[in-house]
């Protein structure tokens, strides 16, 4: 299969993104405000937080003697977990859920809360995916590998026929062998990917480690001892594959959908040279959805707005929906498309039939 361990964009004239940036930044200027969140931001934090804690307590320590609605609370701490991902541990990982960088570590180390690794995360979503979005070989975010095929450079089996009727039943499964296999993999292999991993610290591999025993401590081990074993592994399981299927549908939709450019790999080859300037990679890699729906932006931290935050990354996700025109009339100017679906039933049958068509092509 050809691959590909280096890529770079034609950025000697970034007419496009210096031109874009340049708003962007008077936007903020002009308007006298941060990039970084605001009050609205910390207020939906606490929200997220005490909510946790109190669907945990109650599920732990003042179980429901009725099992339905043991069931329900733990579906919704499946979609706790998940909005503080996208809300709490994404920003603060970009260094945009505040302006003072210790809150943004304090954030981004939320996800060691969900049993995960932000030194892992930090590698493997802002610095491979965010440069290389849709490479082979380079966007570790798109490797799903053997069991689904994304793009028609990937390897093909008989299986990735049918892949647009299974792959939702293993989204709702990434979240646990995230927490449980690939996470470790990363770290035993020292790879990401086909890209070496930097070397750990003695305090990263402390977080590591010790954030993986206190998660097992907090959510399997306390539990099994109040509540006892079968009972916590069926909360479990639930309140998991809630977070991983909504954490996936949610990224799935920025990238992998009809009309989301892959760059075509012919030949192995360690260097792929693309045309454009990585500003225009993005927008032809990324695309938007449910924009208009204020629940959908609010709940998964303005992801629906994923071509803004992979030009802007270290840009709040509150602002987006201000900075989402100046693009959009930017793109227009400079003749780019701009990829959007209005709905998110739409953005994911789109995924879907994607899938059907790359698991059916050569």
């Known amino acids: 299969m050809p691959t590909v361990s280096k890529a770079t964009f034609n950025n000697k004239n970034s007419f496009f993104f210096d031109a874009l940036k340049k708003k962007i930044d008077h936007y903020f200027s002009e308007n006298k405000i941060k990039q970084s969140g605001n009050l609205k931001l910390y207020y939906k934090a606490i929200i997220l937080v005490t909510t946790l804690v109190a669907l945990y307590v109650v599920l732990v320590f003042f179980t429901p003697q009725n099992d339905y609605i043991s069931l329900a609370l733990c579906f919704l701490l499946g979609i706790n977990f998940a909005a503080i991902g996208f809300n709490l541990m994404h920003d603060g990982g970009h260094g945009s859920f505040s302006s003072k960088p210790w809150v943004n570590k304090m954030m981004a180390h939320s996800l060691e809360l969900m049993g995960g690794s932000s030194f892992m995360w930090n590698l493997k979503h802002n610095q491979n995916h965010h440069t290389f979005t849709n490479i082979e070989g380079m966007d570790d975010d798109i490797d799903i590998k053997p069991f689904i095929r994304v793009s028609q450079d990937q390897p093909k089996k008989w299986y990735h026929r049918f892949q647009h009727i299974y792959s939702s039943f293993l989204y709702a499964l990434t979240y646990i062998l995230w927490v449980f296999w690939l996470d470790y993999r990363k770290y035993f292999s020292g790879k990401i990917g086909e890209i070496k991993i930097k070397k750990m610290s ?43 299927f909504v954490i996936s549908v949610v990224f799935q939709l920025a990238h992998i959908v009809e009309g989301a450019y892959f760059p075509e790999i012919t030949e192995d080859t360690p260097l792929l040279k693309i045309e454009t300037e990585w500003a225009i990679h993005q927008l032809r890699s990324t695309a938007n959805f449910a924009t208009k729906n204020k629940f959908v932006s609010w709940f998964i931290g303005g992801l629906n707005y994923q071509v803004e935050h992979h030009l802007f990354p270290k840009v709040c996700h509150i602002h987006y929906p201000k900075i989402n025109k100046i693009v959009q009339e930017t793109c227009k100017e400079h003749n780019i498309t701009y990829l959007e679906f209005p709905t998110v039933f739409s953005a994911y049958k789109s995924h879907l039939t994607h899938l059907k068509q790359v698991g059916r092509a050569a």
């Open 202 to 244: 003695l305090k990263d591999q402390i977080i590591f480690w010790g954030s993986k025993v206190i998660y097992l401590i907090l959510f399997l081990v306390i539990p099994i001892l109040k509540v006892g074993l079968w009972d916590t592994l069926i909360g479990y399981t639930l309140a998991a594959m809630v977070t991983g």
